[in-house]
């Protein structure tokens, strides 16, 4: 069954510290895997896309790795801001024809206090 | 400001009911999406729309559909509505040049309607 499960749940850190996200997924076949920021009642915005080859991904101070081979995101947050305090989603997506599965992790909520 | 357009911002309406929500894609983007996001689900890929013509299904329900109209701009139309559709619905807008979630494909989303069924 395609799943993606997401760790942890929700996350307290103090503004200044790193934090990392984790994103197991059991998705098949693999195209591309993507994680996104969601402020609370807005819509997502994209940090990442990953593809088979690619194996780390930067977008300012988010990091991306992909380990395709142990099925493993993660998400870097390195030095966290206080507009950092979001949801982060870890999409991932099967095929690249007209039976293209996309396949949503449930989150992980992260708040960051000064 | 991602470009995607979505009205209403708020719905609320009764059980039985039928709604219809607007999406308008960024300037140039051909494809649109449907998402619903529940707090118990997640957010779920409903439908995708690719220059007026339907392009990949996903766990919509037969009493939800979908249309992409000449101008690009798109409806979701819900019917029968049940309490266990209020949610989130949000519109996304790719170039889609390729498949639906190919990574060349960022999606772009609204800033979504809230549907609350009473």
């Known amino acids: 069954k395609n799943q993606v499960e997401q760790s942890p749940q929700s996350l307290i850190i103090l503004e200044g510290k790193n934090c990392t996200l984790q994103?197991?997924?059991?998705?098949?076949?693999?195209?591309?895997l993507r994680w996104y920021k969601q402020d609370t009642g807005r819509g997502p915005v994209s940090l990442t896309i990953?593809?088979?080859?690619?194996n780390t991904k930067s977008n300012g101070r988010y990091t991306a790795t992909l380990d395709a081979d142990t099925k493993q995101s993660s998400l870097h947050i390195t030095a966290s801001q206080l507009s950092d305090s979001a949801s982060y989603i870890c999409?991932?997506?099967?095929?690249?024809?007209?039976?293209?599965?996309?396949?949503f992790g449930k989150g992980t909520r992260l708040h960051i206090l000064p | 400001d991602s470009g995607v357009t979505q009205t209403p911002k708020h719905l609320i309406t009764a059980t039985g009911q039928r709604v219809t929500l607007r999406c308008s894609p960024r300037?140039?983007?051909?494809?649109v999406y449907w998402y619903q996001q529940s707090l118990d689900q997640g957010l779920q890929f409903l439908i995708q729309?690719?220059?007026?013509?339907?392009?990949a299904k996903g766990n919509i329900l037969e009493r939800f559909s979908a249309q992409q109209f000449p101008d690009l701009h798109s409806e979701l139309n819900l019917s029968s509505l049940e309490l266990g559709d209020s949610a989130l619905y949000f519109c996304?807008?790719?170039?889609?040049?390729?498949?639906?979630?190919?990574?060349?494909?960022?999606?772009?989303f609204g800033p979504g309607t809230r549907l609350t069924v009473l």
């Open positions: 996304a807008s790719s170039v889609a040049l390729a498949g639906a979630f190919d990574s060349y494909n960022e999606q772009f």
């Open positions: 994103c197991n997924y059991t998705v098949s076949p693999f195209s591309n």
């Open positions: 990953m593809t088979f080859s690619e």
């Open positions: 999409v991932v997506s099967a095929g690249e024809n007209r039976d293209d599965k996309i396949i």
């Open positions: 300037s140039g983007d051909l494809s």
């Open positions: 729309y690719y220059n007026g013509e339907e392009r």
